[in-house]
């Protein structure tokens, strides 16, 4: 956020879907919630060295996508609109499955 001030670009932090709040929701069997135990539990390798931005983005990118996989496989879902991940990572724990369960009844695939 503070390289967006630098840059002046405007950046609304409740816009982003955040993998880690999405893996806890989608993945709660884990003991770990680091990047790199979300990415392995999920068959996603690091092509380069973790940490680094190049690395981590590409990962990121690929863990993403894997837990969309979750969403429309096991809820029945075709179609997720990018801005449901987001609303998917503010439900609490215990308020993911109504979520999705209103989403595949056609209330929710298009926020």
Known sequence: MAECRLARVAWEPSGVACTMKLARRLVPELS???????ADRLGVRFD???HRAEADARVVAEVTSRLREIVTTRHGLSDIDPLMLVELGRQPGSG????????????????
Do not use: I
Request: aromatic residues 8%.
């Open 48 to 50: 380069g060295r973790a």
């Open 32 to 38: 770990s919630y680091r990047l790199a135990s979300v």
């Open 96 to 111: 993911v499955t109504q979520f999705l369960e209103r989403a595949a009844r056609g209330r929710g695939t298009r926020l």
